[in-house]
């Protein structure tokens, strides 16, 4: 079975173009076929401020009324999403960006009201997404670079975590390949000391995971994506790494399996 | 040959949701393959106001300084391209939004700073256009959806006028198929006299449009959209309408022939 990668890249790292062109030359040198999947909630929480606008968090996850989507679609699909295509074109990598909406690649269903209104924020069945567009644009050597927006199929964007977006899309495409999800973002790995970007741990499996949480080890921000992290693997996902954006393409980081 | 329909909506339009819904069900019911291709430049405007950046206009085509660029990529490849995705996806329309950077699909050079410096302006070879990109769109039953922006092959986006990325898109799809371009937008169509919206030219051949630019007929924004037409028409396009977006699908307005 031939290897597919799909990396998410956080919203830190797109922020800074210096560390996002290192990134992004990483990111071509990949063997195979990869997809990109990238943040923007840094920008778009600068951009709501200019514009005056409230940005809302409830446990990490944004609330994201009509004004707030419209900010988060410029910023992600527009700015961050083109920039990133502008440049993976001048380093040789015929890249194509897309929402969920394009080409119905990635369709959501908005979130219930209940127990939070998270607004305009959809939530993606990975047997839903469009696996033979993704397949026809590898067939023409095209790379996709995802924001993290989806679609309701009833008119309306939906914003999307891209953490989420990246682990539903990596396991829609494992049935056609051996599939390594990448968590790129601004430390090390998982950490057993958070204040000590040396004390990566290498290796961590569904059953240390859990005695990890319980030594209160992994808390906070990392408990979401350690949660996508397994339910891709226990989907059909055969790798996944948590690792600073600085070491795609080596050995550093933590591998979750 | 079969029949290729390439339409362009005026961002007078796209930014009144009520008119742009009529737009998209006619663009729907349009047969065979076809292309869109937004503007955007009002809402473009109003975001530059609400960011205190100030719009910089040379005989009605914009300046494009780096904040500028962030801005109409923001609009154009964000809020407006994604909506309209959306919406077409509501009503059965399998569309792709795209710059002309996605899949390298317009490249662009950007103009020389004399004698007027635009900045991030790109123009376009149609030559260039990845005219089999778009046939593989075509093939998948996906129609595309292009904003206004470019790139120069060298990481940046660069900003290109709708009227001239959709004559650009016709003339290059023309090898291929028989060209229908339409500029649709909030006129009836060419006028004799500017206030009576009754006073359509229902034909305008390169003769008469000569004798119409010397009597005075045609003048001011009109001018740049007929030399698009013509210069589409003498480079294979096939058909050029210019008439209201609620005339599209039927036989209103200008025909250029």
Redesign the interface.
């Known amino acids: 079975m031939k290897t597919l990668t799909i990396i998410k890249i956080g919203g830190n790292i797109v922020d800074r173009p210096e560390e996002l062109d290192l990134f992004l030359e990483k990111f071509v040198n990949i063997d195979g076929p990869k997809i990109l999947v990238h943040g923007g909630g840094v920008m778009a929480s600068e ?1 709501l401020t ?2 005056g606008l409230k940005t809302e968090m409830h446990q990490g996850r944004r609330i994201t009324d009509l004004e707030t989507l ?1 900010v988060v ?7 961050v ?3 990133i ?3 993976l ?2 380093i040789g990598c ?6 969920g ?4 690649s990635v369709p959501a269903v908005k979130r219930s009201p209940e127990p939070i209104d998270f607004g305009y924020v959809g939530d993606v069945d990975p047997q839903k997404i469009n696996v033979g ?1 993704l397949l ?1 644009l590898f067939g ?1 050597g ?1 790379t996709p670079v995802f924001c993290p ?1 989806t ?7 939906l914003n999307t975590n891209a953490d989420t977006m990246a682990s539903s899309i990596a396991i829609a495409m494992s049935g056609e390949y051996y599939t390594k999800l990448i968590y790129c973002f601004e430390k090390e790995g998982v950490l057993y000391d958070v204040n000590d970007s040396d004390s990566v741990i290498p290796l961590i499996t569904k059953s240390n995971y859990t005695s990890l949480k319980e030594k209160g080890v992994i808390q906070d921000g990392m408990l979401p994506k350690m949660d996508n992290a397994f339910y891709a693997l226990e989907n059909g996902v055969s790798e996944v790494y948590i690792k600073h954006a600085s070491n795609l393409g080596n050995d550093k980081g933590t591998l979750l399996k």
Chains 1, 2 share one sequence.
């Open positions: 951009m200019k514009l419209k679609s410029m910023v992600y699909a527009g700015w999403n083109k920039s295509i502008a440049k074109q001048k015929n890249s194509l960006g897309l929402s909406a394009d080409a119905n567009f026809s023409r095209i927006l679609h309701d199929s009833d008119g309306s964007l």
